[in-house]
């Protein structure tokens, strides 16, 4: 969708595609708007070693004219061919006919939608769905289209247009055009694992919790579900930060707490003068123990009422101690607002680079270096968390 594919942060800063191109974003070409997007992001990244670099890479790979898949595949290709890379375009009539069955049993069916109910039922509580997936998972694929695939009182329709088939009409045209039809998030595992089986399929976090929400989807098409295995990920921690990080008196591996945390435990650490109450709570509760005591010797109901003093009073004491440590931290506010550059720096967003940042200005740092760091340094099957520092 080009909601998600439409738009890259470079440092931080958002740099979007205004394209009025619609349908699958692949078949899109690389038009004025996009070759703009590519000079905006020049104007930071050339000042970079290697902005040169990966700019000439860009450019030349995405000519105007040319379709996004065949830019895309190509500037994949150049920057990952030395370590045996395979690129496969799916968007293929061959493919989609090896697909045809599972494609034909989604619209008559409705397969893949109860299929991850059923699974989906079965998780905890606290499982966040990832992909909740439609009745029909399917979407239509035209020139300039990729529409959803609906069906009402048997008649199957294309959304925003005006298309519709009876079954025998769609089951025809997958006979004969299989390449209209693509599968959604639901379907699209299915269709990579029919077209390349794997023994284990390895992906981020967020691909393999969707995947978990899959398992009856294959078994219903009767395709092999392959082992899940967790990608290495990397927090890349530049001397800058590092050196930031430890004049704060603070690990790299600190920086994985919450921020507001993080400025507690420094500011308690830090300050020459007591912030913490756990002291005098406690002796605070050994004081109404012993009144709760005196006073239940008098007449048993006043030992409610010394509990409900201890609650009140616990609360004051609380309280207190949050404005005494809220006060010293307004003294803190330097190493506050190195703290927060840190954390913005190394988890945009609040989540992992990976998750937000483009890997162009990594590249315009180090070059292919910075990818040969992540090959050498990726630990495979021991799905550890690395810290790279750069």
């Not at 670099?53 to 990952?80: H, P, R, W």
């Not at 082992?227 to 930031?244: D, G, P």
């Amino acid at each position: 969708d080009l909601e998600e594919l439409g738009h890259v942060y470079i440092n931080g800063q958002k740099y979007e595609w205004q394209t009025r191109q619609t349908g699958a974003v692949g078949r899109m070409k690389v038009d004025q708007p996009l070759i703009k997007v590519l000079n905006e992001i020049s104007g930071q990244i050339l000042v970079e070693p290697f902005g040169s670099e990966i700019i000439s890479l860009m450019k030349t790979c995405y000519k105007e004219g040319t379709t996004i898949e065949q830019a895309t595949f190509a500037l994949v290709n150049e920057l990952f061919k030395e370590y045996g890379l395979i690129v496969l375009l799916p968007d293929n009539p061959a493919l989609k006919t090896a697909f045809s069955s599972v494609i034909e049993k989604e619209l008559v069916e409705k397969f893949s939608h109860d299929a991850v109910e059923q699974t989906v039922a079965m998780f905890p509580q606290e499982y966040k769905v990832q992909a909740g997936g439609r009745e029909i998972n399917l979407f239509w694929l035209g020139d300039g289209t990729r529409e959803r695939i609906v069906e009402e009182n048997s008649i199957f329709k294309i959304q925003n247009s005006t298309a519709a088939f009876n079954k025998e009409n769609i089951k025809a045209i997958l006979q004969q055009q299989p390449e209209c039809f693509s599968p959604n998030v639901i379907l699209r595992p299915v269709f990579q694992e029919m077209i390349l089986p794997n023994i284990a399929f390895i992906g981020g976090g967020g691909e393999l919790a969707y995947w978990l929400e899959l398992k009856k989807v294959f078994e219903a098409v009767e395709v092999p579900y392959p082992v899940l295995v967790l990608r290495n990920s990397f927090a890349v921690v530049e001397e800058k930060y590092k050196a930031l990080t430890a004049k704060l008196g603070l690990a790299v591996t600190d920086l994985f707490k919450d921020e507001n945390i993080l400025l507690n435990e420094l500011v308690k650490k830090e300050s020459a003068l007591q912030l913490d109450l756990e002291k005098e709570i406690s002796e605070m509760q050994v004081l109404y123990t012993k009144l709760k005591k005196i006073a239940g010797a008098v007449d048993k109901s006043l030992e409610g009422h010394t509990e409900a003093l201890q609650t009140k009073a616990l609360h004051k004491l609380e309280g207190l101690q949050k404005k005494m440590l809220r006060a010293e931290k307004r003294k803190f506010e330097a190493q506050q607002r190195q703290l927060h550059k840190i954390k913005l720096a190394l988890f945009p967003g609040n989540g992992l680079h990976e998750r937000t940042e483009n890997i162009i200005p990594f590249y315009a740092k180090w070059g292919k270096d910075f990818i040969a760091a992540l090959y050498q340094h990726s630990l495979a099957l021991q799905q550890e968390f690395c810290i790279m520092e750069l």
